[in-house]
C-alpha cells in the first residue's frame, strides 16, 4: 500500500497540491447549472402537458354531461338539442328553470333548460371572478347533430400549440390549434 501512487505525498511543491484549481471549481458549476436548467425545462414542459390534458378532461366531462342530460329527457325532444353554436352567446335565462323541486317541466321546457345550463358551462360563465369567466375552453364552439336516436356531440377548442388539424368536423374554427372532443351515443 505504500508503493501505491495514490497513497503517495509530493514531494514538489506544497502550493500545487492543495485545494482545487479555478477550471476544476468552473467545470463543476457548469455542470450543476446545466442539470439545474434542464430540470427547470422538463417541469415547463410537464406543466404544458397538464394543462393540454386538464382541457381535454374538462372538454370529455362537458360532453359526457350533454349526452347524460339527453338521456335523462324524453327521447321524442332530441332534436330540440341538435345546434352548432354553442358557446357563440349566451342564451337568456330560461322563462321556467327546472333545477327545482316546484319546477316539473314538460320535455320541451327540460331541453330549453338543458341548453342553457350545459353552454353555461361551456363557456366557463358558471365559474366567474370580477365578472370574468374562469373556467370553460379557450374559443370553444359545441356541436350536437343527432340522426334518429345517434347522437355526435362535438367540442371544439384552441389549444396553446400548434398541432395538424385532422379536420374531421367542421364545429369551431379550423386551424393549427384547433382541438375536438367527438362523443357519439345512442340515446333511447
Sequence with gaps: MLNNPLFRKSHGNPQLNKGMTFIE??????????????????????????????????????AQDIVERMRSNNATALAGYAATDYGETLDSVPAKRCNTVAGVCTAAEMVIND????????????????????????GVRG????????????????????????????????GSKR??????AFIN
Design 25 to 62: 471549481v468552473l467545470v463543476a458549476v457548469f455542470i450543476l447549472v446545466t442539470g439545474i436548467l434542464g430540470a427547470v425545462a422538463m417541469q415547463a414542459t410537464a406543466k404544458k402537458g397538464s394543462f393540454d390534458a386538464m382541457q381535454r378532461s374538462v372538454a370529455s366531462a362537458l
Design 115 to 138: 341548453r342553457y345550463e350545459w353552454e353555461l358551462s361551456l363557456m366557463g360563465a358558471d365559474v366567474v371572478n370580477d365578472g370574468n369567466n374562469m373556467a370553460g375552453l379557450t
Design 143 to 174: 356541436c350536437i347533430n343527432h340522426a334518429l336516436n345517434a347522437v355526435t356531440v362535438v367540442i371544439s377548442w384552441e389549444g396553446r400549440t400548434d398541432i395538424f388539424d385532422a379536420e374531421k368536423n367542421s364545429c369551431g374554427t379550423a
Design 179 to 184: 382541438r375536438q372532443v367527438i362523443v357519439e
